[in-house]
């Protein structure tokens, strides 16, 4: 069965409803959808392409707009909720837009024993955002992981390719500037 999805796209996630008032298309020129209608094409819209499709449009896009994922749904006659259900099981899924520059700061077991946790907070006071949130400038976006492999780096964090090893507090302001 095909499902048409309208402007108010109703998505069950996890027992609660989210509402979702975004105009498909408003205010978006033509070649908005040329990177979706390639995307698609080149997988002919098989459901069981799904995941390779998400990340496709993920790095079309940098994020799964809401009006994409409609647009998904109404071209495949794949339902709201099976498209949520695998975005929201894999944390490679992005719902937002992210920042020009991903800070991942390493919560491994060295990092941990080592100060990320000191660390953590350092960024989170220079960019005056909370883990998971991207800058008003959407300059940086915050993550935490659980493991970048740098163990004997620890505390360790990454910037785009960059690694940052043996951190400290007072490390971060200079090298956020580098980003700035």
Not at 9 to 16: V, Y
Not at 95 to 109: A, Y
Not at 111 to 130: D, M, P, T, Y
Request: aromatic share 8%; net charge neutral.
């Amino acid at each position: 069965m095909k499902y048409k999805i309208n402007i108010t796209c109703i998505i069950e996630l996890g027992g609660a409803f989210f509402m979702r008032n975004k105009k498909c298309c408003s205010g978006k020129p033509g070649q908005y959808f040329n990177n979706f209608d390639k995307i698609l094409g080149k997988y002919e819209g098989k459901e069981s392409e799904l995941i390779p499709i998400l990340q496709d449009i993920q790095e079309a896009y940098g994020y799964l707009p809401q009006d994409i994922l409609e647009a998904l749904c109404d071209r495949t006659g794949l339902h709201p909720t099976q498209v949520m259900g695998v975005i929201t099981f894999y944390s490679q899924f992005r719902l937002s837009p992210t920042g020009e520059n991903i800070i991942k700061l390493c919560f491994g077991t060295a990092c941990h024993v080592k100060g990320s946790e000191k660390i953590a907070e350092a960024l989170k006071e220079e960019l005056n955002i909370e883990i998971g949130e991207t800058t008003k400038d959407n300059r940086f976006t915050l993550e935490t992981v659980a493991c970048l492999g740098c163990c004997g780096l620890a505390p360790v964090m990454m910037i785009g390719n960059d690694v940052y090893g043996k951190l400290i507090p007072k490390d971060i302001p200079a090298i956020l500037e580098k980003y700035r």
